[in-house]
């Protein structure tokens, strides 16, 4: 009877000491797991103050034209496709109007002309986009920067027609500089040349000439504002 307590009792013994060591090792393969999420969650922080940074960052008269003499640098394409509620065209960019172009393709690629309007059309003359009476319009300038770029009126472009131009400020502006945000293009045949040594040609419509002699046939009101609103939809940089 002593011997088969024995028995008995050396066996539960070995179970538990089994056990044991069972749950030994499932515990140390669960503390495991922490260390990757750790790390994860610094890789998403690190990811969302770039972000946060890269939101924060305004242009300045002190810093855009550093800026789009770096940012040029990096571009691959030229060519913009805006988008209407009439239609759509194409734009190819001059290489060797630097700071136009990539102030063009910056905004673009910020999806700034995205909702805003072609806000006055000139008969027989031109069309003029990139401004809106919504305040989204004002608050993304803001969030942008206030600044303004050089003219660039001796690289040998003429405002032929389809050539898509930058306005000057309406500010106080002697030198001419110009308003980065708007833009208008020739629909005068065979041109308007006249402006070839106030305003800066950076571009040129490569595709859907008809639809900004669309554009230019709508009906318009008083300060040459459409009767009916003519919005850009969308412009996106194309290859």
């Not at 072609?118 to 206030?146: A, E, L, P």
């Not at 898509?164 to 208008?184: G, K, V, Y």
Request: proline letters at 5%; hydrophobic letters at 30%; one cysteine or more.
């Amino acid at each position: 009877m002593n011997s088969l307590k024995f028995y008995l009792y050396f066996i539960i013994t070995v179970i538990l000491t089994v056990g044991c060591k069972d749950t030994s090792k499932k515990a140390e393969s669960t503390t495991s797991v922490p260390a990757v999420t750790i790390d994860s969650t610094k890789n998403e922080a690190n990811s969302t103050s770039q972000q946060e940074d890269e939101e924060k960052f305004q242009l300045t008269e002190d810093n855009a034209i550093d800026f789009f003499f770096n940012y040029e640098k990096t571009l691959k394409s030229n060519k913009v496709k805006i988008t209407t509620n009439l239609g759509s065209f194409t734009v190819e960019l001059y290489d060797n109007v630097p700071y136009h172009r990539a102030n063009f393709i910056y905004l673009t690629r910020k999806g700034y002309f995205d909702f805003t309007q072609f806000h006055r059309v000139v008969k027989n003359f031109i069309i003029q986009g990139g401004n809106s009476d919504d305040r989204k319009t004002g608050k993304k300038r803001t969030n942008i920067g206030r600044y303004l770029l050089p003219p660039d009126t001796r690289k040998g472009h003429k405002h032929d027609r389809g050539t898509i131009s930058m306005p000057s400020s309406e500010m106080d502006n002697p030198h001419m500089l110009a308003s980065p945000f708007e833009f208008f293009i020739v629909v005068t045949n065979p041109g308007s040349y006249h402006l070839d040594d106030e305003y800066t040609p950076f571009g040129r419509v490569i595709e859907g000439m008809d639809v900004v002699d669309k554009i230019n046939n709508q009906p318009v009101g008083e300060g040459d504002w459409p009767m009916q609103n003519i919005y850009i939809e969308k412009a996106e940089v194309v290859e």
